[in-house]
């Protein structure tokens, strides 16, 4: 548990027997799901608990967890339904635990489509104790909200895509205008056209910013409802310097727990330096813990007794000092402590079983039961895990009250276990400012851009045959004088001009049909914006972009602060591959050929 530390020299053995003891009892409980004797596997099984009774084990987190590894190595071995039998008989020791969860959607997932269904339950149950987990609650969200961020580019790449590939003709008079009164080479023109269009790409920059540079170019050529949809796409590039300040949320540095050190059993005492921190107070209570531990009431209660003449903890340290006495077969001043204890903490649940326990060896059943059904209503988490563990009434045993964590304790051991560093500053950096500050900018700049276009005579784009314009003799604001002429008067133009002018038209229409098939079968939405139906095309865009996203940024099997097992994949993953192939499909079947 405890990094950089160096094992203690020479342990006990005493310390050391609940944790060889798990170890052997997970090495027992392998062989016996492999034989699936029902028989071995409820000896097995006993042997667990008999070993929660001997040593007061009430974590078996570290058992169970090799039993999740095991399950799953059935199941990859094409045995899923051995591994849940597994998982079921396990559960009990660790009720709703995530590795457990997570192990079941898997090898439920392995039995087919059915089994897809059949793990929703546990899915749920596996992301509430995610959210309501502080560690993880973070780090799950960020795990599903990565699609935004691959949604976000990809708006803003295809919108200005489409948009440019819309107004390519017109697009290019930004910069050919100036440039043809210096009778400069048409070759020499595009290429200054291609270095304009993706200079922040040339320099090293984020291909976003070409993509915001077409946009500002192109802003006085667009329509109301395109002038719309590129303000929003920019904006949402937000969400990647807001999704980066997240981050830090979803990586905390596990924090030491002296509940964890003292509930969990440790393959090795911890050094004690790291202790060295705590009050003395402190080391004495965990001295008493190890005793308890080890079996050595006497020891014990003489250790709780001198600590029950000061003042801290007291709840624990009279808890603790009761169950020593129990054990010694001091009844009556076991239930004089627990009583006690009580007084000082009436809810713990600990303490209600410990009173219930004293109630049955003295043969009062309605206070035991009384006392059991208070710590069932105070302390229903507790309750269920001491119950696993003291399941025989034959056997009846009293429960510790751990030294509890407190913000100085924890402060001490993290001082042990990493020594405190230089500030290495903190507020927001710089390049997270940048990025923050980039979409405002570039929003401003391309409404600036707009307004001043409103007094300038910037021109069109015809929509027959794609030239550029600034006046136009036909009521379609789209459509210049000589095809207003030459396809609606029909007059106006020489033979040799008109064929010419049909010509060019005639390319225009081809080039513009490749460009729509091209977009609609590669980016489908995208094609109607190019046909100029904004509002259809971006809705549809956006699916695209969402499932997109879903497909490509959400975060693959995950592994949570200290745990040893992933989870299984999500349903995001799924989910976004049958939207992406019904946009896709839907978008291809608009190339079949049509009849009149």
């Not at 949320?249 to 393959?267: E, Y």
């Not at 046909?531 to 956006?542: Q, Y």
Request: some cysteine; glycine content about 6%.
């Amino acid at each position: 548990m405890w990094a950089k530390a160096e094992p203690a020299a020479a342990p006990a053995r005493a310390e050391l027997q609940p944790a060889i003891a798990l170890s052997h009892c997970a090495e027992r409980l392998k062989p016996a799901f492999q034989t699936g004797d029902p028989v071995a596997i409820q000896a097995a099984v006993q042997d667990v608990e008999l070993l929660r009774r001997t040593y007061g084990t009430l974590d078996v987190l570290p058992l169970v967890e090799a039993m999740t590894i095991f399950a799953r190595d059935l199941g990859r071995k094409g045995s899923p339904a051995a591994g849940i039998k597994v998982l079921d008989t396990v559960e009990r020791w660790a009720p709703r635990n995530p590795s457990v969860l997570g192990a079941r959607i898997v090898l439920a997932r392995q039995q087919g489509p059915q089994g897809w269904v059949w793990s929703i339950a546990d899915l749920l149950e596996l992301t509430r104790a995610r959210l309501t987990n502080p560690d993880h609650r973070w780090l799950w969200t960020l795990q599903h909200l990565a699609w935004a961020r691959v949604m976000a580019a990809l708006l803003l790449w295809g919108t200005a895509l489409a948009l440019g590939l819309r107004y390519r003709r017109v697009w290019r008079t930004t910069w050919e205008d100036p440039l043809r009164h210096h009778a400069i080479h048409p070759h020499v023109v595009a290429l200054l056209g291609a270095f304009i269009v993706t200079l922040p790409v040339v320099f090293g920059l984020d291909p976003g910013l070409a993509a915001m540079l077409w946009l500002w170019i192109l802003a006085p050529f667009l329509t109301g409802p395109e002038v719309r949809v590129a303000l929003a796409v920019i904006l949402i590039q937000m969400v990647h310097p807001v999704l980066t300040l997240v981050e830090p949320l979803a990586s905390p540095a596990p924090r030491p727990s002296l509940v964890t050190l003292q509930l969990r059993p440790q393959p090795a005492p911890p050094d004690e330096r790291i202790l060295a921190g705590l009050s003395a107070h402190d080391r004495t209570f965990l001295a008493g813990w190890r005793q308890l531990q080890s079996q050595d009431w006497p020891r014990a209660a003489a250790t709780f007794e001198a600590l029950a003449k000061e003042s801290g903890d007291r709840a624990e340290v009279v808890n603790n000092l009761g169950v020593a006495r129990y054990q010694m077969g001091n009844v009556q001043g076991a239930q004089a402590c627990f009583d006690e204890a009580a007084t000082l903490a009436p809810r713990r649940g600990e303490i209600l079983l410990n009173q219930s326990v004293v109630a049955f060896r003295q043969m009062d059943g309605p206070l035991g039961f009384a006392k059991q059904e208070d710590a069932r209503h105070f302390a229903p988490e507790t309750f269920n895990r001491i119950l696993a563990a003291n399941q025989a009434r034959t056997d009846q045993r009293t429960f510790a009250l751990p030294l509890p964590d407190t913000p100085e304790r924890i402060a001490a051991l993290a001082r042990a276990i990493r020594p405190e560093r230089p500030a290495s500053g903190g507020g927001i950096h710089l390049y997270t400012l940048l990025n923050l500050l980039l979409p405002l900018a570039a929003a401003g700049l391309f409404y600036l851009r707009l307004s001043r276009s409103i007094a300038q005579a910037h021109p069109s784009q015809c929509a027959r045959c794609g030239e550029p314009f600034h006046t136009t003799d036909s009521p379609d604001a789209w459509v210049c004088s000589k095809c207003h002429h030459l396809f609606v008067l029909k007059d106006g133009l020489h033979g040799e001009s008109r064929k010419r002018k049909v010509e060019e038209v005639a390319g225009f229409q081809r080039s513009q049909r490749w460009v729509h098939r091209f977009l609609a079968f590669a980016l489908p939405g995208t094609d109607l914006l190019l046909a100029g139906e904004t509002r259809a095309g971006m809705v549809e865009f956006s699916f695209l972009c969402f499932a997109a996203g879903v497909v490509l940024a959400t975060g693959r099997p995950l592994r949570y602060p200290g745990e040893v097992l992933q989870d299984p994949a999500t349903v995001w993953l799924p989910m976004g591959l049958v939207l992406l192939a019904i946009l896709f499909l839907r978008s291809w079947l608009k190339l079949l050929p049509r009849r009149g």
